[in-house]
Nanobody, 124 residues
Framework: QVQLVESGGGLVQAGGSLRLSCAAS????????MGWFRQAPGKEREFVAA????????HCADSVKGRFTISRDNAKNTVILQMNSLKPEDTAVYYC?????????????????WGQGTQVTVSS
């Protein structure tokens, strides 16, 4: 089992940057595909970015492509979401998720473990 704890959220002006971290406890972190999702008030949870077990393969949603980057450090059991050129529509609670088996995926239902989330607010 994996416990996930997100950090790094906060309030930032449009055009600014934030760096979200997800710290994982438990064994075999390197065997999990990892993802970031977000949920704004009144909206469904949506895919943001995902990364494969080795970190070689990544995928970002079209809405964040070119602005957000996902990376991982398996030695430190950490996944990072670097967010640049933030927009007010990026405002949401951001969640880290781990998928125990299989390749990276954009579907929330395919992930087995979730963190509690961290709030990101982008002011205009």
């Amino acid at each position: 089992q994996v416990q996930l704890v997100e950090s790094g959220g906060g309030l930032v002006q449009a055009g600014g940057s934030l760096r979200l971290s997800c710290a994982a406890s438990g064994r075999a972190f390197s065997t999990y595909a990892m993802g970031w999702f977000r949920q704004a008030p009144g909206k469904e949870r949506e895919f943001v970015a995902a990364i494969s077990q080795s970190g070689v393969n990544t995928h970002c949603a079209d809405s964040v492509k070119g602005r957000f980057t996902i990376s991982r450090d398996n030695a430190k059991n950490t996944v990072i979401l670097q967010m640049n050129s933030l927009k007010p529509e990026d405002t949401a609670v951001y969640y880290c998720a781990a998928r125990r088996l299989g390749a990276l995926t954009t579907s929330p239902s395919s992930y087995d473990y979730w963190g509690q989330g961290t709030q990101v607010t982008v002011s205009s």
